[in-house]
Each structure stands twice: as C-alpha cells, then as structure tokens.
C-alpha cells in the first residue's frame, strides 16, 4: 500500500527535522562516520534498510543473516586530500539462520614533513593512519526479522602518539506487512579516545623562579577525552518490478549523530537485466544546514561466470561542495 509507505516517510522526514539544535562539535576517530561501500555510497548513504552485501557490517549489521550474504569483498576509495580509504568485509554463513563476518576499515596517507616554528625544514617525517578492526554476528529470529551486532577495536596514531578504543554497532532489518524493509542501526557506542604516546613527553622548568632547580623535568601533556561519532539511523527501503528482468529500490534513511544536525538520506538503484547492471544515485544531508556532500551516482556490473563464481564490480561518484569529488570502487566474489 503506497500510501501506508507515504506515511512511513513523512514520520521518518519530522524525526530527522524536530528538534533541530545545532549539534556541532567534535568527536574522535572521525573516519568511522565515512560511508563504506560503491553500493551503498552511490545511493546517498540510504543503506540502513538495504545492507544486502559485505558493507552490511558497517551500515546494519543484521543484513548479513537477513541476506545469507556470501561474498569477498573489497573496496578503495580516493577520499579527499589525497587520503586512501579502504574496507575488506568477509561474512561466513554459519548455518541458514546465521552468520559470522570479519571487517577492516583503514584510513592512510603519505608521509608528510615535519615542520616547527621557526624551522619548516626539518627533513624528518611523521606517517598517520586510523584503522578498525571488527567482527559481526548476525541471526535470524524470524524469516522476516534479523539482528546484528558488530564490535570493533579501533585505533588512530599520528606520529609516535595514538589513541585506542572499543565500540560497537547494533541493527535490526524487518520486511514488514505491508512488504517494504525497516531496519534500524545504532553506530560506534563505546569508550572515548585519549591521545597518548612519546610525542607529548615534554621538558619542563616546574618553577622558573627558583635558581638552581632541575629544568629538564620531563612531563607529559594532559589531553582531553573525545566521544566517538555515535550515530542512529532508521530506514526503509521496497523494491519495485520493472518489467520482467528490472528492478528499481528506492531507499530512505533518517540520521541522528551525536556531533551534527539530524538529516535525511535518500537514494535508489535501477537493477537491469536480472542484476547484470547496476545504475545507483542518491543525495545525502538534506535539510543539513551547511552540508558537504551534494550528490552521488555509481554503476555496477554483475559476471556470474567468474571462476565459477559472481564477481561484482562497482565504481561511485561523489560530489562535494567544497572538497571536491570522491571516487569508490568495490570488488567483490560471490561464493
């Protein structure tokens, strides 16, 4: 019933509106807020009720059961800057109710040159990279209702200082009475990251004004406790027949951070010739005042030959206001 969906996105739209205090601010480990995937970038970041691949992990951890997914995936993403963002997921079925996935996220750069006041040329360098490392398990209550829950250990280092931490991630996916999907997601709950590390030992004068006291005191500098990006999502999603051989899924999610205004996602994707072609597009941060990224569009190409298995390739485009574009690609072998 459409307009029972119409009434699902019209509540999902005033959830993402109301209350819409200015929430900016910071939080640690900013990397994990990046959206992982061709497929799930190329359609605005409107995932939390798809999650029907290996990215499923990072966007809703139920999909891996919900799906039976089974598949190798890889994905690399020039990101902005000149920064490499990458993602390798493996989930493995367990039995047909549920499954066990393994995921890496990594954010890496080249080496850059120190600089000081008063001396840019130093001739040293300082490398600096965030990773995560995670493994999910998801289940099957229901045919119709799934839950997932990913924990992952991360870590960010600049130089010879790093900060570490735990958190986790839990979903839901339902395909509801009515047909359409509802999932439901709460990202990177957990500890809060302190910089640590050699580079903030210091040599330190305790009292200037006494004469004779050691002034090579080696101390450390106290830095503060940052809260992770925790995020909620809630999302719908329905598949519609094209034709014999086409299908088209539209998708939208409503986004609540802990470090930014509420906003929505939106996108869809076109399913050409049982799957073989895959046309993605989307927007993401509507009603976001001062958002970034302003849209998105992908392709993807479906071998069911490959080495007796499938192998997927998708490539994403992602446009930004004053940062440029972003470009993804994922490889992934069907198993």
Same mark, same amino acid.
């Given at each position: 019933?459409?307009?029972?969906?119409?009434?699902?996105?019209?509540?999902?739209?005033?959830?993402?509106?109301?209350?819409?205090?200015?929430?900016?601010?910071?939080?640690?480990?900013?990397?994990?807020?990046?959206?992982?995937?061709?497929?799930?970038?190329?359609?605005?970041?409107?995932?939390?009720?798809?999650?029907?691949?290996?990215?499923?992990?990072?966007?809703?951890?139920?999909?891996?059961?919900?799906?039976?997914?089974?598949?190798?995936?890889?994905?690399?993403?020039?990101?902005?800057?000149?920064?490499?963002?990458?993602?390798?997921?493996?989930?493995?079925?367990?039995?047909?109710?549920?499954?066990?996935?393994?995921?890496?996220? #990594?954010?890496?750069?080249?080496?850059?040159?120190?600089?000081?006041?008063?001396?840019?040329?130093?001739?040293?360098?300082?490398?600096?990279?965030?990773?995560?490392?995670?493994?999910?398990?998801?289940?099957?209550?229901?045919?119709?209702?799934?839950?997932?829950?990913?924990?992952?250990?991360?870590?960010?280092?600049?130089?010879?200082?790093?900060?570490?931490?735990?958190?986790?991630?839990? !979903?839901?996916?339902?395909?509801?009475?009515?047909?359409?999907?509802?999932?439901? #997601?709460?990202?990177?709950? !957990?500890?809060?990251?302190?910089?640590?590390?050699?580079?903030?030992?210091?040599?330190?004068?305790?009292?200037?004004?006494?004469?004779?006291?050691?002034?090579?005191?080696?101390?450390?500098?106290?830095?503060?406790?940052?809260?992770?990006?925790?995020?909620?999502?809630? !999302?719908?999603?329905?598949?519609?027949?094209?034709?014999?051989?086409?299908?088209?899924?539209? #998708?939208?999610?409503?986004?609540?951070?802990?470090?930014?205004?509420?906003?929505?996602?939106? !996108?869809?994707?076109?399913?050409?010739?049982?799957?073989?072609?895959?046309?993605?597009?989307?927007?993401?941060?509507?009603?976001?005042?001062?958002?970034?990224?302003?849209?998105?569009?992908?392709?993807?190409?479906?071998?069911?030959?490959?080495?007796?298995?499938?192998?997927?390739?998708?490539?994403?485009?992602?446009?930004?206001?004053?940062?440029?574009?972003?470009?993804?690609?994922?490889?992934?072998?069907?198993?």
């Amino acid at each position: 019933d459409m307009r029972e969906n119409y009434k699902i996105i019209f509540t999902l739209i005033l959830i993402a509106s109301a209350y819409g205090v200015n929430k900016t601010g910071t939080t640690s480990a900013k990397f994990l807020s990046i959206g992982v995937g061709s497929n799930a970038v190329g359609m605005g970041g409107a995932y939390t009720a798809v999650a029907d691949d290996a990215t499923a992990m990072y966007w809703n951890p139920a999909g891996l059961s919900f799906h039976d997914t089974k598949e190798i995936y890889f994905n690399h993403a020039n990101w902005i800057a000149d920064i490499s963002f990458d993602y390798f997921g493996l989930p493995l079925p367990l039995n047909p109710r549920s499954t066990l996935g393994f995921n890496i996220t #990594s954010v890496t750069m080249d080496e850059m040159e120190v600089t000081r006041y008063g001396n840019e040329d130093t001739g040293e360098t300082f490398k600096a990279a965030d990773y995560a490392i995670a493994s999910t398990y998801a289940m099957d209550l229901t045919d119709r209702f799934s839950i997932g829950i990913n924990g992952k250990f991360i870590q960010q280092s600049i130089a010879n200082s790093h900060a570490r931490g735990f958190a986790i991630d839990f !979903g839901t996916l339902f395909t509801t009475p009515f047909g359409f999907n509802l999932g439901t #997601s709460i990202s990177n709950f !957990g500890s809060k990251l302190k910089m640590t590390g050699d580079d903030l030992l210091v040599g330190v004068d305790v009292d200037e004004n006494i004469d004779g006291n050691n002034e090579s005191v080696t101390g450390i500098l106290s830095t503060d406790y940052f809260d992770l990006p925790l995020v909620l999502r809630i !999302g719908i999603s329905d598949e519609i027949k094209l034709g014999l051989r086409n299908t088209l899924v539209l #998708s939208l999610d409503a986004v609540s951070p802990n470090d930014n205004a509420n906003y929505i996602n939106f !996108g869809g994707k076109i399913n050409a010739l049982d799957g073989l072609v895959s046309i993605y597009g989307g927007v993401n941060s509507l009603f976001l005042d001062n958002a970034e990224s302003e849209f998105c569009f992908g392709i993807g190409l479906r071998l069911p030959s490959f080495m007796k298995n499938t192998l997927s390739i998708n490539y994403t485009y992602e446009e930004m206001k004053f940062l440029g574009s972003a470009q993804q690609m994922s490889i992934s072998i069907n198993y």
